[in-house]
């Protein structure tokens, strides 16, 4: 059961929460903006996939830094600086139409979503860290919560998105980056403010021990073959959450003939599923592991996720339905896999918290060009399928993790 937080520490969590729901929204909004973005750059969906790819470099390299020497940091101020990475980075690609015409532009946009990588993966690294090192009686109840919050991210961007660009309007692909932009920087500035504020109360006004171990033994927990299976795990995972979260509502378009907006609206529908999970977990916890719960519902959400490829689109309601179902199921996996690494490396909370952030960046590296080039080819019935089977081996690699655990 955690303790009453003081006012400064609930101002630090909401703080965080506002860094998730920004990272959710920039991440989100590459998908519901496939189509225009891919008309004003004059790009195949190849070519859109490579942008993920690129963002995920610089992702995955700061992952690896940080899972090594993360813990050498003042984490609160690694999340401020990332947080301005990421607003720079969604600004930049938001003013690019004002310099470039149609069909212009493209190099500078991978090199802005580089920035942007590096960003939003400090931010997820260190964010987990910093609840498990500044609320350690608490959470249980504070990481769920935060979580949640990005899952209202990633329920609210593909409205968001629909709502501002105009479709006959390639140019307006820029609007939702530019207002990303301009909320990561007012966060970065909420976020520096209330965590200077906690300072003299956190494991940060002393690093020297710390410091001294990790440089000690950089790479501790990747020396045991239980981190390589979590990672195996989460890598499967995050290409089944990447692959829907880009290219879920082009399958919709395509392969059910939905319109840009019910397209959009069905990545709504899997993440707002998601959002009511993540408030609802932090009560399944308490009750059930955390491993057999992501076995359980891992399977059923994959179910859920196949049945509804599979429906016939004049059955719109139960495609939603199963949509809904799918995104609930999974909903809580991010919170469960952070919570199986940390527990599992309970010293090394920065290190332990990147494992889940190095597979989401390596799966945004490879699932999005790959499934964008399969469909090419196939379709993207056949891609959306390969994505659920991903689900199934992420479920396999807990189970068998655990079970050499208890042998």
Same mark, same amino acid.
């Given at each position: ?20 729901? #920004? ?11 496939? =189509? ?26 700061? #992952? ?7 813990? !050498?940091?003042? !984490? ?7 947080? #301005? ?38 931010? =997820? ?199 809904? #179902? ?82």
């Amino acid at each position: 059961m955690g303790k009453k937080l003081s006012i400064r520490y609930r101002l630090f969590a909401a703080m965080c929460c506002c860094a998730f729901i #920004a990272y959710a929204l920039y991440v989100n909004s590459f998908g519901s903006n496939a =189509d225009i973005m891919m008309k004003f750059f004059g790009i195949s969906e190849g070519s859109h996939g490579l942008i993920l790819t690129i963002q995920s470099v610089g992702g995955i390299a700061t #992952a690896v830094w940080l899972s090594l020497f993360g813990e !050498k940091y003042n !984490k609160i101020y690694v999340i401020c600086a990332c947080l #301005a990475l990421m607003a720079a980075g969604s600004i930049l690609t938001g003013i690019i139409p004002a310099f470039f015409p149609e069909g212009g532009g493209y190099g500078l946009l991978l090199v802005f979503v580089l920035f942007a990588g590096i960003g939003y993966t400090g931010i =997820d690294v260190m964010m987990n860290g910093v609840i498990a090192d500044t609320y350690p009686e608490n959470k249980e109840n504070v990481l769920p919560i935060a979580h949640a919050f990005y899952s209202t991210g990633a329920m609210a961007a593909p409205v968001f998105v629909t709502s501002v660009v105009d479709t006959a309007k390639p140019s307006s692909f820029s609007l939702p980056f530019l207002l990303i932009g301009i909320l990561s920087a007012a966060v970065f500035a909420g976020y520096l403010a209330s965590g200077r504020r906690i300072m003299p109360d956190t494991p940060y006004t002393d690093m020297k021990a710390v410091r001294a171990r990790v440089t000690e033994n950089p790479a501790e927990i990747f020396r045991e073959k239980k981190a390589w299976m979590i990672l195996a795990a989460c890598l499967m995972y995050f290409c089944f959450m990447y692959g829907l979260s880009v290219w879920m509502p082009t399958f919709f378009m395509q392969e059910k003939a939905f319109g840009h907006s019910m397209s959009g609206w069905m990545s709504t529908v899997f993440f707002f599923g998601a959002l009511l999970m993540r408030f609802v977990s932090p009560v399944i916890f308490r009750r059930i592991q955390a491993a057999k719960f992501y076995i359980v519902s891992g399977i059923l959400s994959a179910v859920c996720m196949a049945a509804a490829f599979m429906t016939d689109p004049s059955l719109t309601a139960l495609i939603v339905i199963l949509v809904f #179902a799918g995104g609930f199921l999974q909903g809580a996996h991010v919170i469960a896999l952070v919570m199986i690494s940390c527990n599992e490396f309970p010293d090394r909370t920065a290190s332990a918290s990147a494992i889940t952030v190095l597979a989401f960046n390596l799966a945004a590296m490879v699932m999005p060009a790959l499934i964008g080039s399969i469909a090419e080819k196939t379709g993207f019935m056949i891609p959306m399928y390969i994505l659920t089977l991903c689900m199934l081996c992420s479920v396999l690699l807990i189970w068998a993790e655990q079970r050499d655990k208890t042998v």
